[in-house]
Nanobody
Framework: VQLQASGGGLVQAGGSLRLSCAASGSVLSINAMGWYRQYPGKEREMVAVITGTGSAHYADSVKGRFTISSIDNAENTVTLQMNNLKPEDTAVYYC????????????????WGQGTLVTVSS
């Protein structure tokens, strides 16, 4: 299973970006997908996660500004709409998915995509 993240870039404070994540490979089902971010020298922190049943969870710092989409089970994708971006949102954003594969039915593993850099200028 591979997760491909896209959509990062440079934006001014107050602007918007949309991140996308697509899972490919032997995906049987996706239990959850989400986004984490990492500041230099820091641990990764949860930004937003959505379950397969549509339950969304957000970090307090992004509530009201970021919106995670439902999982598109046909395309195995999820998006993160980021509005009213702040300089403190500058980080590398990682997509993650809790996935069952066709080879290991009944077992869920966590997969990570490559990071995408989001830079918010003041």
């Amino acid at each position: 299973v591979q997760l491909q993240a896209s959509g990062g870039g440079l934006v001014q404070a107050g602007g918007s970006l949309r991140l996308s994540c697509a899972a490919s490979g032997s995906v049987l089902s996706i239990n959850a997908m989400g986004w984490y971010r990492q500041y230099p020298g820091k641990e990764r922190e949860m930004v937003a996660v959505i379950t397969g049943t549509g339950s969304a969870h957000y970090a307090d710092s992004v509530k009201g500004r970021f919106t995670i989409s439902s999982i598109d089970n046909a395309e195995n994708t999820v998006t993160l709409q980021m509005n009213n971006l702040k300089p403190e949102d500058t980080a590398v954003y990682y997509c993650t998915g809790a996935v069952q594969t066709a080879q290991r039915v009944g077992i869920t593993n966590d997969y990570w995509g490559q990071g995408t850099l989001v830079t918010v200028s003041s």
